[in-house]
Antibody, heavy 121, light 107 residues
Framework: EVQLVESGGGLVQPGGSLRLSCAASGFTFSSYWMSWVRQAPGKGLEWVANIKQDGSEKYYVDSVKGRFTISRDNAKNSLYLQMNSLRAEDTAVYYC??????????????WGQGTLVTVSS | AIRITQSPSSLSASTGDRVTITCRASQGISSYLAWYQQKPGKAPKLLIYAASTLQSGVPSRFSGSGSGTDFTLTISCLQSEDFATYYCQQYYSYPPSFGQGTKVEIK
């Protein structure tokens, strides 16, 4: 069974940093593009970033470029999101999601349960 | 970036009703569109990808159609477990983007 388990969320002050982790199991992690998708409280879904199987390609939404860094450790079956210079508008539930090649691109059939990041003083 | 306009933002329907939700892309996205269902406090669930391909395990009352800029999700006979929020998502180009969501409520 595919499992994605996020951790690392919490309360942080504006300008602070946080590192999210996503532990993957039940599939060959190194064979999949992986993504982070977020959802502000009561709002819709927003794609944040993704990373290629070997980490050689990474893409970001404009609003986080230069502040967030996506990475992975295939030996540990883990995905990460380093978030710096956090702003109130980064407050959201952050989901880790597996990209499905059979879609022909970035669609997501497996998601974690999400981890809440709250940016507030 | 491609903008996705989803409508309506909410609708009220009864069990057994036929429900239609639409998404319009700001430019052509071929068939690179997915539909998700999300229930409160839960992660989204993939229903349809490639505009019209039903994800494994999803009931056949869900169907998708369209290509280019205009897309439709249809629930043919609404069941109690279908009351949820639905999102479309384009994955034709970066960044992948979602519609604003449609909340399907009980009439």
């Amino acid at each position: 069974e595919v499992q994605l388990v996020e951790s690392g969320g919490g309360l942080v002050q504006p300008g602070g940093s946080l590192r999210l982790s996503c532990a993957a199991s039940g599939f060959t992690f190194s064979s999949y593009w992986m993504s982070w998708v977020r959802q502000a409280p009561g709002k819709g879904l927003e794609w944040v970033a993704n990373i290629k199987q070997d980490g050689s390609e990474k893409y970001y939404v404009d609003s986080v470029k230069g502040r967030f860094t996506i990475s992975r450790d295939n030996a540990k079956n883990s995905l990460y999101l380093q978030m710096n210079s956090l702003r109130a508008e980064d407050t959201a539930v952050y989901y880790c999601a597996r990209s499905e090649a059979y879609c022909g691109g970035d669609c997501y059939s497996n998601w974690g349960q999400g981890t809440l990041v709250t940016v507030s003083s | 970036a491609i903008r996705i306009t989803q409508s309506p933002s909410s609708l009220s329907a009864s069990t057994g009703d036929r429900v239609t939700i639409t998404c319009r892309a700001s430019q052509g996205i071929s068939s690179y569109l997915a539909w998700y269902q999300q229930k409160p406090g839960k992660a989204p669930k993939l229903l349809i990808y490639a505009a019209s391909t039903l994800q494994s395990g999803v009931p056949s009352r869900f169907s998708g159609s369209g290509s280019g800029t205009d897309f439709t999700l249809t629930i043919s006979c609404l069941q109690s477990e279908d009351f949820a929020t639905y999102y479309c998502q384009q994955y034709y180009s970066y960044p992948p983007s979602f519609g604003q969501g449609t909340k399907v409520e009980i009439k």
